[in-house]
């Protein structure tokens, strides 16, 4: 099943992490880096892309993003670079 939606966290340029969700990552990340996206982003630009995470629908990718953004930055930067045993635990 394809995604529906995407949650994602991108890097500012003040090395702070920004989380959301959308629908079109590439589109929202030129968002963001025009000074059009959350209000947040846009006195923190550029961002870059860090971590991107699938969902089925809209709702869940809400759900998702709620959830991540109650977390510690450390947990945040484990997700978006995991370790490398992490990973071949993951394959």
Same mark, same amino acid.
């Given at each position: 099943?394809?995604a529906?939606?995407?949650v +994602?966290?991108?890097?500012?340029?003040?090395?702070?992490?920004?989380?959301?969700?959308?629908?079109?990552?590439? #589109?929202r990340?030129r968002?963001?880096?025009?000074?059009?996206?959350?209000q947040?982003?846009?006195?923190?630009?550029?961002?870059?892309l860090? +971590?991107?995470?699938?969902?089925?629908?809209?709702?869940?990718?809400?759900?998702?993003e709620?959830?991540?953004?109650?977390?510690?930055?450390?947990?945040?930067?484990?997700?978006?670079?995991?370790?490398?045993?992490?990973?071949? #635990?993951?394959?």
């Amino acid at each position: 099943m394809a995604a529906k939606a995407f949650v +994602y966290i991108v890097r500012c340029a003040d090395n702070t992490l920004y989380t959301g969700w959308t629908t079109d990552v590439e #589109r929202r990340v030129r968002t963001h880096n025009a000074g059009r996206g959350a209000q947040y982003t846009r006195r923190r630009m550029p961002v870059e892309l860090v +971590y991107l995470e699938p969902q089925p629908s809209r709702a869940d990718a809400m759900r998702r993003e709620a959830a991540i953004k109650r977390w510690p930055r450390k947990r945040k930067l484990a997700l978006a670079h995991p370790s490398p045993a992490r990973k071949r #635990r993951r394959s």
